[in-house]
């Protein structure tokens, strides 16, 4: 196997397929990136086993073959040397790596790719498309209400379903719950819903530009996605997702009105002297506005009043604050409201006017 | 003036096995290790101590010491009642009874003389107290503050008093060698050692600032006040971070998975109902344990929800463990304990979904009640694993 490459196209493919490596490996064949060249492309492979990437970029075909190497060794090599043309040449068991016309010469000992474990292949027609910016939108506005306590698995990941009017997103950690239904404009093959890693997904967010059209597939316990030149897939979460619909109440008797931006600022300043164990924050509502408190501790205390739109009875709310400011960060509307029916009751938290999401967050004790 | 009391009881386990078997008074007792020679002395009486056996001392050790010892299972339920007993008698003397073991506890006897009479007079009937209506006996230290108390209980042991009247808190603490003062273990005293500090008097003579760079904010500080005769607060009431643990030695090391499940779901019960007794939850849940080969592992986890019941410690902990375990080596010793304790029965943060945990929370409040009726309830799920071979050795 020889090829050579520009610096630069073949480090962010490496810097991508180090990512997907999990770096907790003892040295293995799964610490090394698969290299295969052919007719002037050349196919990159990287996979913990969970998630597997793929990608191809040009580059000169000298002699096809294909070798694996130590990903993060090939990394710091291509991050140190000089931009230009480099070649890539295997010698027995070991590859060359030398920019051309330098005298720079590395080492690394490679392993054969026939040990790589094989990609998971998925048939053609199971294939359906949907564009990345309704997908990027989904994953925005769910991903962080993961959990992350592995006790409870079947909520690591974000649950995905077709849901009869589209696409339906759901994560939640048992305490919040983020919802997105988006209508996708594409034919939707019908699917068992699925639990998605969210490594997979924070994959496409990270490397599909908005505005193309990605390909997802679901087939027994993988997903798989293409699109440019990058495949992706994944295992998914075997397990049972807890029934959502249950706890998105039906009718909530309150809402509040508020400016996101105002809501936002205030959140992120009061939260300053928020016990930091609990993060409990209390959001008393009035009609003439809403105030943010922390509790009163060994520090100090903050509190700030922005106005609302608010027609009811007065009320104090207790929620964890990061369970307001994750949608916060995510929602672009202008304004947003928050919706509920008594202090110990579930509160939606959404944008105003109502659109294809929403939160769900489970209060805290008052006192 | 303030006055405290701190009462110990002598030799607490093998006393109340001295006075569950009228046989074995005046006989070399050793609670912990019946039937093996595995795990450590939890207690042991006075006459065995003669002997040169202590607590916390490996059982074959003792057992080559004091061949002819009389080897006791460690009764757990049976003193916890006793103890029980002992501290409702303190109650009678002291509105502020700050227990801080099984068989210790503070009694805060400021402004009772007018009422009770002299101090010592009170201690000398709490004592006749304890020895007629449950029969055993403690020594009490008397001092104006808990630290000095506690460190007098110890001076005049079995059955002593030690007054230490206001105003002899310096000499008392002077007189006391280095190792006893209360609150330096054994690393304190090597750390002091290697400043040749061997004496009160010696670490006396050393300013606060030079104490606390050379062990540190908190040490410094401790040595600092403790060495004046003041009280350093180990025992204040309100306590920063607290922790209850349980372990357990094993009969036999073992690689039996289900065993070793069985013991971490039972000593994750022990913890749990330990802290709902007291009307508290946890945050944080550690795992211990040691090998064939004495290597001792821990970890710990601090889950973002709220822990309320004891299948939910024993998940985690059992997660803790296998994670790590490399299933292989032969296990010795197994330990649970929960910190970052909160004083509120219930979780602050409530769940969405209908939380299996929850339900399970309410069967546990259920059997801890019926467990304070007098009970033999355990828990429900007692019957799913094998309870062979195990002995508590310890319980901090």
């Given at each position: 196997m020889k090829f050579t490459s520009s610096k630069t196209a073949l480090l962010k493919a490496i810097m991508i397929a180090q990512d997907i490596i999990s770096s907790r490996n003892t040295l293995s064949i799964l610490s090394n990136v698969l290299l295969e060249t052919a007719n002037n492309l050349l196919t990159i492979k990287a996979t913990d086993l969970s998630v597997s990437f793929e990608t191809q970029i040009t580059v000169d075909t000298v002699e096809a073959g294909s070798t694996t190497i130590y990903c993060d060794k090939l990394l710091g090599i291509l991050r140190s040397l000089p931009e230009g043309?480099?070649?890539?040449?295997?010698?027995d068991s070991q590859v060359v790596i030398r920019p051309l016309f330098q005298k720079i010469d590395f080492h690394l000992r490679s392993i054969s790719s026939e040990k790589y474990p094989e990609m998971k292949i998925c048939d053609e027609q199971l294939y359906f498309t949907v564009s990345s910016r309704d997908l990027i939108a989904m994953i925005d506005q769910t991903i962080f209400s993961v959990s992350d306590d592995t006790t409870r698995y079947f909520l690591n990941g974000v649950y995905l379903e077709n849901g009869g009017n589209g696409l339906v997103m759901v994560?939640?950690?048992?305490?919040?719950?983020?919802?997105?239904?988006?209508?996708?404009?594409?034919?939707?093959?019908?699917?068992?819903?699925?639990?998605?890693p969210p490594k997979f997904l924070n994959l496409i967010k990270?490397?599909?530009a908005q505005d193309t059209q990605l390909e997802l597939a679901i087939h027994d316990n993988f997903i798989f996605a293409r699109f440019d030149t990058h495949k992706i897939s994944s295992t998914l979460i075997d397990g049972k997702f807890p029934n959502y619909r249950r706890v998105v109440p039906e009718k909530q008797h309150f809402q509040c009105i508020i400016d996101r931006e105002m809501f936002l600022e205030a959140l992120k300043r009061v939260?300053?002297?928020?016990?930091?164990?609990?993060?409990?924050?209390?959001?008393?509502?009035?009609?003439?506005?809403?105030?943010?408190?922390?509790?009163?501790s060994e520090i100090g205390k903050a509190e700030e009043e922005i106005p609302c739109e608010y027609y009811g009875e007065p009320i104090t709310l207790a929620i964890n604050y990061n369970y307001a400011l994750n949608p916060l960060k995510v929602i672009h509307e202008e304004r947003v409201s928050i919706s509920f029916t008594e202090p110990n009751r579930a509160i939606t938290l959404g944008p105003f006017p109502e659109k294809d999401?929403?939160?769900i967050i489970m209060p805290m004790q008052l006192d | 003036m303030p006055w405290y009391f701190h009462i110990d009881l002598d030799a607490f386990y093998a006393s109340v096995e001295q006075l569950d078997h009228p046989q074995l008074r005046g006989r070399a007792v050793i609670v912990g290790g019946a039937n093996s020679s595995r795990g450590v002395v939890s207690a042991c009486s006075y006459e065995a101590r003669a002997f040169g056996v202590h607590s916390a001392m490996p059982i074959f050790k003792a057992r080559s010491l004091c061949p002819e010892g009389h080897y006791m299972p460690v009764r757990m339920q049976r003193y916890q009642q006793v103890s029980e007993h002992i501290m409702s008698i303190f109650d009678r003397y002291s509105p502020h009874v700050q227990q801080i073991s099984i068989d210790e506890a503070f009694l805060d006897m400021s402004g009772t003389q007018s009422?009770?009479?002299p101090v010592e007079e009170v201690a000398a009937r709490i004592q006749q107290h304890i020895i007629d209506e449950v029969g055993l006996t403690a020594s009490i230290g008397i001092a104006t503050n808990k630290y000095i108390a506690k460190m007098a209980s110890d001076r005049n042991k079995p059955c002593g008093i030690c007054f230490v009247p206001s105003g002899g808190e310096y000499d008392f603490i002077t007189e006391t060698p280095l190792p006893k003062l209360w609150g330096i273990g054994k690393q304190g005293i090597m750390a002091l050692h290697s400043k040749h500090i061997h004496t009160v008097q010696q670490l006396r003579a050393y300013s606060l600032s030079w104490l606390q760079r050379n062990f540190g904010q908190a040490s410094g500080a401790f040595y600092h006040t403790a060495v004046r005769g003041e009280d350093p607060g180990i025992f204040s009431a309100v306590t920063k971070s607290r922790s209850v643990s349980n372990e357990t030695t094993l009969e036999e090391n073992t690689t039996d998975e289900q065993l070793l499940k069985g013991l971490f779901h039972q000593l994750a019960h022990h913890v749990m109902f330990r802290l709902m007794k007291n009307g508290l939850i946890a945050q944080t849940i550690g795992i211990k344990y040691k090998l064939s080969t004495f290597v001792t592992r821990t970890a710990q986890c601090t889950p973002a929800k709220t822990i309320y019941s004891a299948e939910e410690v024993?998940?985690?902990?059992?997660?803790?463990?296998?994670q790590r375990w490399d299933h292989q080596s032969p296990i010795r010793l197994i330990g649970i304990s929960?910190?970052?304790?909160?004083?509120?029965?219930?979780?602050?943060?409530d769940e969405l979904f209908f939380d299996t945990y929850q339900r399970k929370h309410e069967v546990e409040k259920t059997v801890l009640q019926l467990r304070s009726k007098g009970n033999k309830i355990m828990k429900a799920s007692d019957l799913l694993y094998d309870r062979h071979h195990i002995q508590r050795h310890k319980d901090s």
């Open positions: 043309e480099i070649e890539i040449d295997q010698l994560a939640t950690d048992g305490r919040r719950l983020s919802y997105m239904n988006r209508i996708i404009e594409e034919e939707l093959p019908s699917f068992k819903p699925v639990i998605i990270k490397l599909c939260s300053l002297l928020v016990e930091q164990k609990s993060k409990r924050l209390f959001i008393e509502i009035s009609n003439e506005h809403v105030r943010l408190s922390s509790e009163e999401y929403f939160h | 009422l009770m009479g024993f998940s985690y902990a059992w997660e803790l463990f296998t929960l910190s970052s304790i909160e004083e509120r029965s219930e979780p602050l943060q």
